[in-house]
């Protein structure tokens, strides 16, 4: 075995040791509503999943990056991969390019959800189709029993809907509302939740911008421009 593998297998063993499973509820603090949109930390986030049901597939890797001063913070990214303890779907593949091997040397999951709240504290969360991102995480509170999953997260596609008029691709994925917006994705690693991240955040970027020049200012105003926009949704699909 070489020295790097004696050093990663220690490593894990005492992320993985009794002493240290015991993981308390990770900590995380919203900002508050009436914070000024160009003043707020945002953190922007993503996930790679085994699949795409929450219930039956899990978290394997979650990467981040904040946005502070309206501007991105490279230095804040950050990237983990988490131990699935052998539970690799054989497919998995298929939605990301992580290698089972490489799982293997990734940490117990309850550090790297901890890890995760804890660089996003007192920030906004950010997150392309944050619902799908949201339901895995909430599966993972559950099966740590750390009870109520309470986190501030914006979607960004929703937000692309509010602030970009003609944007019809809701139902569309990423790189659609990158392009639409005239960023280039192909420069980016994909199906890597890093680079995902990166370019989630730029995309964000220029939709907050797009939310103060049409008025919105504070982080209450902004939620409660989504809100109605949601509602207006929901009505003209029921044909209210």
Not at 19 to 41: C, D, F, K, Q
Not at 74 to 95: H, K, N
Not at 109 to 129: I, K, M, P, Q, T
């Amino acid at each position: 075995m070489s020295v790097w593998h004696r050093y990663t297998a220690l490593v894990k063993a005492r992320l993985s040791s009794p002493s240290s499973a015991r993981y308390a509820a990770p900590v995380y603090s919203a900002p508050p509503n009436h914070s000024a949109l160009n003043e707020l930390n945002f953190t922007v986030f993503d996930t790679e999943t085994s699949g795409l049901l929450a219930d039956k597939h899990h978290i394997v890797q979650i990467a981040s990056m904040r946005i502070q001063a309206q501007a991105l913070d490279l230095g804040s990214a950050w990237s983990a991969l988490i131990d699935t303890q052998g539970a690799v779907q054989p497919d998995s593949r298929l939605i990301h390019e992580i290698r089972p091997e490489e799982q293997r040397y990734g940490h117990p999951e309850a550090h790297v959800l901890r890890e995760f709240l804890h660089g996003a504290s007192n920030s906004v969360l950010l997150a392309y189709d944050a619902d799908f991102d949201l339901a895995f995480l909430r599966r993972a509170w559950k099966r740590h029993a750390w009870g109520k999953f309470d986190v501030l997260c914006l979607d960004l596609t929703r937000l692309a809907a509010l602030v970009l008029p003609d944007w019809q691709g809701q139902a569309q994925g990423l790189d659609d509302c990158l392009g639409y917006c005239g960023i280039n994705p192909a420069d980016q690693d994909r199906h890597d939740a890093l680079g995902d991240t990166f370019l989630a955040a730029s995309l964000a970027l220029v939709l907050l911008r797009k939310a103060q020049q049409q008025g919105w200012h504070t982080l209450a105003e902004l939620q409660l421009a989504l809100r109605h926009r949601d509602l207006l949704h929901r009505n003209a699909r029921l044909g209210c």
